[in-house]
């Protein structure tokens, strides 16, 4: 009798383990064939609970974040992103839920944005609360589509007001810029403060007509017509014939032949607003390298430029939209160069990109398809 009533409560006790395990595993499942990042924080913000997802967008695994505290990871988010927890917490526990909260990571591949939602979970035995499930869906693509959907309603709205701009502007520029030439001959033996003023009038016209000729390259951007372009011959015409300052060293490392397939002008119009960016970043005073070499990238190679300077650095929400029309970090321009340099290189199945970190320079990458050997 004794037996027989003891192992009664045993193989429910089983039953209950294999039930709890069952469970466990279900969950286990949940989380991992889920494609969004998920975690539970206790009410000591500890992480008790995660999956691979939400490990991988640090760079870390299942192990080391366990036990954790989550504001070590919100730490490596940018900005104010341990308010903004602080602020989802508060309304989670006072409404049960909380709306689409969006937080950012740069990481040398660029910027990665990540939109969370959290509820909240309560244990009805103990009456615990403070424990909150969030969800964390990677969003960088979308942000890209939308960026990408932007400039492109920017250029399109630039098309079609830049040419009667152009031509509104140009005519009395022309008028200026023809009167400041007679003045100054007229006016040989004047002092030389009025000299000055008029040398000002001449150098203030020439940047209006560049302005004006960006706003036309952008709207009228004409096709590459394509030959065998020599790479370091091209960047070495454009040092050349910008005249750098001395007080600029410029540092090049060069593979002997880098030969693509490209409209060598507009290539030139690439390097040139680069470096002038890379000179006027640095103040006219500091270091520019400028490498390139052929790499392999899958079945194919490609020649990849490196241009990089010493200045300030560009900081982490400007550089994500840094090749946006109509954006830019200078005091003077509208922000065009980059724009332009971006549709040049991609219109030659090239990419573009810039590495940078604030007080330690910019770096811009240039990538373009090698020639292949039977046709250059």
Known sequence: MTTAHNTIPDRLIKNELEAAKRTIRFFEAILRSSNNGIIVTDATKNIIVANDVFCTFFGTTLRNVIETNLFVWLEQLDGNAAEQWATLAENVCRDGFSKEVCFQKTTRDGVRYFSVNASLVEHLDTKE????????RDITLQRQME?????????????????????????????IDSSAYYLGLKLKDVDEKIKTHIDRIKSQVRKAAGIIQNLVDVAKM???????????????????????????????????TLVVLA????LEMVFRNIIVNAVQAMGECGTLSISGQEKPLEENRFIEIRIQDTGPGILPEDRERIFEPLFSTKTTGIGFG????KMIIERHGG????????????????????????TV
């Not at 609360?129 to 964390?136: E, F, P």
């Not at 980059?338 to 340099?341: A, E, F, K, M, Y």
């Not at 990109?353 to 292949?372: D, N, R």
């Open 222 to 256: 004409k096709e590459p017509y394509t030959e065998t372009a020599d790479i370091a011959a091209i960047i070495e015409n454009v040092l050349t014939t910008l005249n750098l300052p001395q007080t600029i060293a410029v540092r090049k490392k060069m593979d002997d």
């Open 351 to 374: 990419t573009i990109t810039v590495e940078s970190e604030k007080g330690k320079g910019a770096a811009f990458i240039l990538q373009l398809p090698v020639a292949h050997e039977e």
């Open 147 to 175: 960026n990408e959907i932007i400039s492109s309603e920017r250029l399109a709205v630039l098309g079609k007001v830049s040419g009667s701009i152009a031509h509104e502007i140009k005519n009395p520029l022309g008028v």
């Open 263 to 266: 409209d060598k002008g507009q």
């Open 338 to 341: 980059l724009t332009i340099c």
């Open 129 to 136: 609360q403070g424990i909150i499930v969030s969800i964390w």
